[in-house]
């Protein structure tokens, strides 16, 4: 596997956990909450951007995102 895509990848899964952490969800909870309101996509699409943010702020952008997609958590 490419170094490029194992960064991403570990990048997502640190992502999905914070976003867990921060909303008091497990892991599975949030991994389905991101994926049914597009935050998966999110953090697909602009990963060049978000990785170099802090993981508060990666949190904080996606619970925006996901809210305007559907999401009820704020």
Known sequence: ?????KNKVAYVIA???EFAKAHSLNALQAYRYLDRFKGIDFIDRFYGVEHTLSFDDAVKDLTFYCHRNGGGLV
């Open 1 to 5: 596997m490419d170094a490029d895509v």
């Open 15 to 17: 992502v999905i956990s």
